[in-house]
C-alpha cells in the first residue's frame, strides 16, 4: 500500500513546461487513496483492535474502582477504629476519675477514722493522766497532812521538853522549819 502511495504521489511525469507542485496544491487521487486506506484501517481497528482498547479501559478503570472502593472502606474503618479509640479513651479516664474519686473517699474517711481515733487517745490519755494527777496531789496532801502531824508533834515535843518562854518556842519553831526547808531543798 504505501507503494501504491508512492506511486500516486509521483504522479504523472512532469511535463517540460509544467508548473511545479507546492504544499498548497490539492491531489485529488492521494486525497482519495487516503480516504480509503483510512476506512480500511478504521474497519480494522474496529473490529479488533476497539474491543481490544475497551476491554483494557473497563478493566482499568473497575481496578480503579476497586481501590477507590477499598480506599473508602480503609478510611470507613479506620474512622470507626477511631471513634471506638476514642471512646475507650474516654472511659477510661471516667474510670480514672471514678477511682481517684473513690481513692480522695477513702482516704478521707481513713482520715477522719484516724483523727477520731487519735481524738478518743488524746482525751483518754488526757482523763488518765488527770487522774493520776488528782491521785498524786491525794497522796501528796495525804503525806503533807501526816509530815505536818509528825512536824507539830516534833515541835511540840521540843517544846515541852525545853519548856521555855513563848519567844523561845517561837525561835524553836522557826529554827525547826529553817531546818526542814533545807533538808527538802537538799533531796
Not at 487521487?29 to 474497519?43: E, M, N, Q, S
Not at 502531824?149 to 518562854?165: C, G, M, P, T, Y
Request: glycine share 2%; charged share 30%.
Amino acid at each position: 500500500m504505501l507503494q501504491l502511495l508512492l506511486l500516486l504521489q509521483q504522479g504523472e511525469p512532469a511535463a517540460e513546461g509544467a508548473r511545479q507542485a507546492t504544499p498548497f496544491d490539492i491531489n485529488t487521487a492521494l486525497v482519495w487513496w487516503t480516504f480509503v486506506i483510512f476506512l480500511i484501517l478504521l474497519a480494522i481497528l474496529w473490529r479488533w483492535g476497539w474491543p481490544q482498547i475497551l476491554q483494557s479501559v473497563e478493566e482499568r478503570e473497575r481496578r480503579i474502582q476497586k481501590l477507590v472502593d477499598d480506599a473508602e472502606k480503609a478510611n470507613a474503618e479506620a474512622q470507626r477504629l477511631l471513634d471506638e479509640h476514642k471512646k475507650q479513651i474516654a472511659a477510661a479516664r471516667n474510670e480514672a476519675q471514678e477511682i481517684l474519686a473513690k481513692a480522695k473517699t477513702v482516704s478521707q474517711k481513713e482520715r477522719e477514722t484516724l483523727l477520731a481515733k487519735a481524738r478518743e487517745e488524746y482525751d483518754a490519755l488526757l482523763t488518765r493522766a488527770r487522774k493520776d494527777i488528782e491521785a498524786e496531789k491525794e497522796k501528796a496532801i495525804l503525806a503533807l497532812r501526816r509530815e505536818a502531824v509528825e512536824l507539830s508533834i516534833a515541835a511540840a515535843s521540843r517544846v515541852i521538853e525545853a519548856n521555855l518562854d513563848t519567844d523561845a518556842n517561837r525561835r524553836l519553831v522557826t529554827e525547826f522549819l529553817e531546818g526542814l526547808a533545807k533538808t527538802e531543798q537538799s533531796r
